[in-house]
């Protein structure tokens, strides 16, 4: 009834980093722990799918503890809990549940799907069972599952050795889909990898959670049953012929021969489809068995749900629990689990899950439909206190590594282990009803829909709640420099010469007239919505953006009002530039001190300012760079191409050919280590990439790919080499949906581009500085195509 997990993980602590797989012996909880150069977060929304209580079944109430021990563990609001409702049937959940799914209704698992992948959970984790779901062998869930877009890890609650073809497909289907799968016992282990061919590695094993008891007298409980001064054997959970319940009854005379002060509790409710089907038939036929045998006063039927609260009371009122299931094909039980955390002496039949937890004398095994051994065990331990007592205690302190604390710990580990596995084999994402596809062998058309929406009176909003601006994360320098650039090329191009962009490019300039400040001679960079600078000095990098906007205005603009107010800004940012430690603030300063250039080729402070910072840039090229590390730093982090990009417009318009030869060789040796395959994978902001540690794959943004195709589009002018316009087309088609997710982060529809990838989804949030890094790479592209207007002008003239 419970569930399977996959290879064991339990933990003793609080979730760190990564555990091995590992199967567990013993009750033992240590764990290997996988070492992580980027531990990601735990998870903040968690939607754990499976029946919930105050549904009656075994599962209902496994879900339940789990999510109470989850939330106890790691708070309260990190998870919310997705139940299936069978047939015919309406419960009254708690707040934890948020949305519910109709077990025969196809259409309720497509809807719970959408709403899971448009609330950007981080995880799912699914409690299966053939029988709550619809469809055949339950498998209406795949239709769920197959369009998740973050992780999701299955908890099994039974692996059958003989599954019919509907029942092994749709387990089949579930492994494949699973980033991990969780299981109770080591014998469904053996069984996903002998049967099903799951691979061991993607297998926990964590033992079904037991409640956190002490050890305690029995007699301490018997008071609230009238049975206080008699013995207890005691079976509880839902009732079905399977549970062999009358072999116990028919055991009982025999039993009451030695020990005739004995009481038989016989706790829970007729399981509901039980009941549904043949009503109380089975509960009926087993107190007529009591009767017939004589021993009906001996029997008690406690006939209803019990609690939680109510359970500790009945399992700790017992002498001897007694599981005697009537067939071996059972992975888990969870009757059984509590009773060895509550530390009782346990009589059971040999079903699997009993095999394990019984071993090592933790209790006694009987053969399956045989009241004569069962006899013969109770009467044993009956009369041996010592040892029913030393049994006991091996149970109770086997389960201590087994309690909902510990178990929620693992399965923590288990989710944390299966979002680190994504980001480093991440896979497709299922589009979606919010998703448009792009084609990847063609520059789309140019539109600025999106950004003029995120534009106001004040400049270009940083952020973007989806596609609606978010005015309380307000401005700064970085994305209005950008944007000014963006507008200034965009006037410059054939594809559209119109007024609208100059007044655009007057908002960014003057927000960087705005964020300059005269006394420091620098640049403020974030700006709240109600225009309040948020800091005196803003970072380096944010100075160097600016002067990179100032400059291209200066060179690109034909608006003499733009060119004036940018170049006079210009003279006065240009100093501070060269009391500068940031490479990348170097590598901005450069790129807009040679759009300055080319249009005053002949201003010597400029050209000695340009070239002493490009000196910088090569001379920490030099001291650093490796036949095994070809870069300027011991790590990779954000905007790396605008280094080597940097160097090589420096370098070709200084004729300085070793800061070309360096140029070109650090980006390739950058463009190789953003490649996977045929596919550019720009280095994660999720951890960067130290020299000797791991490459972060995620989360994955459009900076990166646009600084590429700008620094790789240089190269290609300056040698010729297709390898580079390759290697431009490459990082471009990421945008379009050639990345690891096969999404596009594109969006024609509004003319922006979501903020990146993660390793389930992409990050729908389009904001400023994506949507900027998009529309100056398809500029940049566009530009490879046809002339500017300026050279079109020229081309005209000569022809006349």
Known sequence: MLGIASAAITVAGRVGAMPHAGILHNGETAVSCLAETHPLPLPTRIAVIGNYLPRQCGIATFTTDLCAAIAMEYGNN??????????????????????????????????????????????????????????????????????????????????????????????????????????????????????????????????????????????????????????VLLTFGLLSPNKGIEN???????????HENLVYIVSGATHPHIRRREGERYREELQALAVELGVASHVIFNNRFVSAEEL???????????????????VVSGTLAIALGAGKAIISTPYWHAKELLADGRGVLVPFDDPGSIAEAAIRLLDNDAERHAMRKRAYLHSRGTTWQKTAQAYMASFQRARRERSLRPRAAPQDIFSSTTPTDSLPQFDTTHLSNMTDDTGILQHAIFTVPNSFEGYTTDDNARALIVTTLLNE????????YTALSRRYLAFLWLAFHGETGRFRNFLSYDRKWLEKVGSEDSHGRALWALGTVFCHSQDAGLRGAAGR?????????????????????????????????????IQ???????????????????????????????????????????????????MVEAGCDSLRWLVAEQRRGDVFMPIGSRGFFTQGGEKASFDQQPVEACGTISACLQAYRITNEDQWLEEAWRAFRWFLGKNDLEVPLYDPTTGGCRDGL??????????????????????????????????????MSVSL
């Open 493 to 500: 191009s054939i594809l559209a010469c119109r007024s609208e």
């Open 758 to 795: 993660h390793p389930d989804r992409v990050n729908e949030n389009q904001g400023a500085e994506s949507t900027l890094s998009f529309l100056m790479a398809l500029l940049e592209m566009q530009g490879m195509e046809m002339p500017t207007a300026k050279e079109q002008h020229q081309e």
């Open 569 to 605: 800004l210009f003279e006065a940012a240009v100093p501070v530039a060269l009391t500068f430690t940031s490479p990348r603030a170097w590598a901005f300063s450069v790129l807009g001190m040679q759009a300055y250039l080319d249009c005053f080729p002949g201003d010597r402070l």
């Open 608 to 658: 000695g300012t340009r070239n002493t910072l490009a000196n910088l840039l090569l001379d920490v090229y030099e001291r650093t760079h490796s036949p095994t590390w070809d870069w300027f730093e011991k790590s990779l982090s954000y905007s790396n191409a605008r280094l080597p990009q940097a160097l090589l417009v420096a370098g070709s318009e200084s004729d300085n050919k070793r």
């Open 248 to 258: 116990v009854i028919r055991a009982l005379p025999a039993i009451l021969k030695k």
């Open 312 to 330: 500790v009371e009945h399992v700790g009122a017992a002498d001897l629990y007694i599981t005697p299931y009537r067939q071996e094909a059972q």
């Open 78 to 231: 990190r998870l919310f809990a997705i139940p299936v409702n069978d047939p015919e049937s309406r419960y009254q959940y708690p707040e934890r549940v948020r949305i519910e799914l109709e077990q025969d209704d196809y259409a309720s698992y497509v809807r719970v799907a959408e709403f899971l992948n448009f609330n950007s959970n981080d995880l799912v984790c699914l409690q299966h069972e053939y029988g709550i779901f619809g469809g055949v062998a339950g498998s209406y869930i795949l239709a769920l599952l197959r369009k998740l877009k973050m992780p999701l890890v299955t908890t099994l609650h039974t692996v059958l050795r003989e599954p019919d073809s509907s029942q092994r497909a749709v387990l089949e289907e579930i492994a494949h889909l699973s980033d991990r799968l969780i299981v109770m016992s080591e014998h469904a282990v053996h069984l996903l990898r002998d049967v099903y061919d799951v691979p061991g590695g993607k297998i926990d094993l964590i033992p079904h959670g037991v409640p956190d008891l002490t050890f305690m007298d029995p007699n301490y409980f018997k008071d609230q049953f009238g049975t206080e001064g008699k013995f």
